[in-house]
């Protein structure tokens, strides 16, 4: 199976630090994506990404940035952690038109 | 732009009785595919069901049913004999295949299953 490999599950940063989120997969999918999950409100995606060096804007990109130097790996970079950036986040690979494989999420507190 | 919509924040049956989860999504382009997936209480995604757009007949995969109705818009789940295990958050989402794979979920809907 597919697995793809979140860095942290529990992170707790202070306002104003730079954070970094770590997505590795262990296929070949051209497809990554990073979402946040908030309770009520879903799914939402950030930024997503379809070969290396591509990124694209999700749906609530504000505040973040992403990188995709390799294939097999995704980073979600919050340039100045603020809290309402406190949330479940969640990352997935995929080909296109194909289920996603999540990873495990890291659940993120800015205080 | 693409959207899912789940109605039912949350719903209940009983054990070994069958349930349908809602799903609507709008979109402009003929060629998509829509997915379910589970999210049990220990976070993890878990993929059920595919239906894509083109697809004659409607998917099943063991319990699982996807009542698929291209004309309405909707793709929802049905689940058949529930079992206690069933509870859990469910998501529908949507993929285009000319975006690259972007998928867009909707809200969930959290289904608890009674003994």
């Known amino acids: 199976d597919v697995k793809v490999t979140q860095s942290s599950r529990y992170l707790v940063k202070r306002t104003g630090e730079k954070v970094f989120l770590e997505c590795v997969q262990d296929?070949?999918?051209?497809?990554m994506f990073w979402y946040r999950q908030d309770p009520g409100l879903g799914l939402r995606l950030i930024y997503f990404s379809y070969d290396v060096k591509m990124k694209e804007k999700g749906d609530i990109p504000e505040g973040y940035s992403v990188s995709r130097e390799k294939k097999e790996r995704f980073s979600l970079i919050l340039e100045s952690a603020s809290t309402n950036q406190t949330s479940m986040y969640l990352c997935?690979?995929?080909?296109?038109?194909?289920?996603?494989?999540f990873g495990s999420g890291t659940q993120l507190s800015v205080l | 732009a693409q959207k899912i919509t789940q109605t039912q924040p949350g719903m209940f049956v009983q054990e070994k009785e069958a349930v349908t989860l809602d799903c609507t999504y709008d979109t402009s382009d003929p060629s998509y595919g829509l997915f379910w997936y589970k999210q049990p209480s220990s976070g993890e995604m878990i993929f059920l069901i595919y239906?894509?757009?083109?697809?004659?007949q409607n998917a099943t995969e063991g319990r699982y049913s996807l009542n698929f109705q291209k004309a309405r818009k909707s793709a929802n789940l049905v689940i058949s004999a529930s079992q206690l295990g069933d509870s859990a958050m469910y998501f529908c989402a949507m993929t285009l295949n000319t975006n690259a794979g972007k998928s867009t979920f909707g809200d969930g809907t959290t289904l608890t299953v009674k003994p």
């Open positions: 296929m070949d999918h051209e497809n």
């Open positions: 239906q894509g757009s083109y697809d004659q």
């Open positions: 997935a690979a995929g080909s296109t038109n194909e289920k996603l494989f």
